[in-house]
């Protein structure tokens, strides 16, 4: 099997193609190894020529909201009181520590999102 890194944007691409070509292979035949190994080399390459940055801890909340239906009533038990809530989510208020862990835990939000300094919206 003659497979070689991908250093190069054409590099990638070629490997891009040969996966489209490969991805009815069977797992547990030659093509299906050639295919998982290309696949984890293109990861690899992503990862290092485009990262994704993570969601500041606003946006987060605010996507676990909208993907189980929440309402800031909701986050009472992990913020505090309705008046808290909103002040986190209009980005009045930082999240305290005891906060990140209530989210983390209740809501499986990812600690690196909720910790990571808010973004500041563009002045006019």
């Known amino acids: 099997m003659?497979?070689?890194?991908?250093k190069t944007d054409a590099d990638y691409r070629a490997a891009l193609t040969?996966?489209?070509?490969?991805?009815?292979?069977?797992l547990d035949s030659p093509e299906g190894e050639r295919l998982d190994l290309l696949v984890t080399l293109v990861e690899a390459y992503e990862r290092h020529h485009y990262p994704m940055d993570l969601p500041d801890p606003v946006e987060a909340i605010r996507?676990?909201?909208?993907q189980k239906g929440?309402?800031?009533?909701?986050?009472?038990?992990m913020i505090?009181?309705?008046n808290r809530v909103y002040e986190i989510l209009n980005r009045k208020r930082p999240?305290?520590?005891k906060?990140?862990?209530?989210l983390h835990r209740d809501l499986?939000?990812?600690?690196?999102s909720l910790i990571k300094p808010p973004h500041k919206p563009a002045s006019l």
């Open 18 to 26: 040969e996966i489209e070509t490969l991805m009815g292979a069977t």
């Open 99 to 102: 906060m990140i862990w209530r």
């Open 108 to 112: 499986g939000i990812p600690a690196e």
């Open 2 to 6: 003659d497979i070689k890194l991908i």
């Open 95 to 97: 999240l305290t520590l």
């Open 80 to 82: 505090g009181r309705s």
């Open 70 to 77: 929440l309402t800031p009533k909701d986050l009472e038990p």
């Open 63 to 66: 996507f676990e909201m909208e």
